[in-house]
């Protein structure tokens, strides 16, 4: 009968060997790095508590977002102040500000090879696409919202499945159960200093998106970007979605440019 210890002691030795070499491998395609600079980790504890750390509306400090309600030249009867009062389109719900350890995340995530922080960002993001869903929910349960990733911007927009908008979207659908589409066109874009023409046929981009033809029409839909600074691209993506009859009831960001002063949770 063969001594097993024998066998055993080569086994692990090459088993080290193996656990090594693919250690160096993984090391020279992605290093052994968090975005934020500390070592020995693909994502250190503090950034992991980061994207762990509950999202926050940040709607009311995005300006592109405001609509205005009421303007008063001078103070009401009811004694509201002369002003002009603004009610945001929609609700943004961000994981934080977009500067130190997120603002390196979120381009580690973007610039790619870092596909390890889609799951990450997903979770910390899930909870606030739930939220957003339970206040949009209509009567029957199995017509939630649809998840919309807003397209990458021009130039660095790619095919479907490399979009790390669309993986994120992704990625919040498995956790949370609701489904994602992708809209077809150039619908991230903002319509300044474009002709007419230009804007019909973006128009027509926008329609000719996969959203109407989905099992879910007419379903409410929920955006899915990285960074929101002022709000336009939401508020262009939300108004070009609304001219197809669909309601959208908030979006979810992983970094927001400026956080309100004081924060508000759904
Ligand atoms: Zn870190």
Not at 13 to 39: D, W, Y
Not at 223 to 249: K, M, N
Request: hydrophobic share 40%; with cysteine; glycine share 10%.
């Amino acid at each position: 009968m063969r001594d097993p210890t024998r066998t055993a002691a080569p086994r692990r030795r090459a088993a080290e060997l193996l656990v090594a070499i693919v250690r160096e491998t993984c090391g020279l395609l992605v290093p052994l790095e968090c975005p934020c600079g500390s070592e020995g980790r693909l994502l250190c504890e503090d950034c992991a508590g980061l994207l762990a750390s509950e999202a926050l509306r940040v709607e009311a400090v995005c300006d592109a977002l405001q609509l205005v309600q009421d303007v008063r030249v001078r103070a009401g009867e009811d004694g509201a102040p002369a002003g002009v009062d603004h009610r945001p389109l929609l609700p943004v719900m961000a994981l934080g500000e977009y500067a130190g350890p997120l603002q390196d995340l979120v381009l580690a995530w973007k610039n790619g090879g870092r596909a390890h922080l889609v799951p990450v960002l997903a979770r910390g993001l899930a909870p606030a696409a739930r939220a957003l869903a339970a206040a949009g929910e209509e009567p029957d349960p199995g017509r939630g919202p649809v998840l919309v990733p807003v397209p990458s911007r021009l130039g660095s927009r790619v095919r479907r499945g490399e979009d790390h908008t669309a993986q994120l979207a992704a990625a919040i659908s498995r956790r949370t159960g609701l489904p994602w589409e992708v809209l077809r066109g150039t619908l991230g874009e903002g319509q300044e200093g474009r002709t007419a023409r230009q804007r019909r046929r973006r128009h027509l981009a926008v329609r000719s998106g996969s959203l109407p033809r989905t099992r879910r029409e007419g379903a409410p839909v929920i955006l899915v970007d990285d960074v929101v600074t002022t709000g336009a691209t939401l508020r262009a993506s939300a108004e070009a979605i609304g001219r197809l009859g669909i309601e959208v009831v908030g979006a979810v960001v992983v970094a927001s440019a400026r956080l309100p002063a004081t924060r508000t949770f759904p």
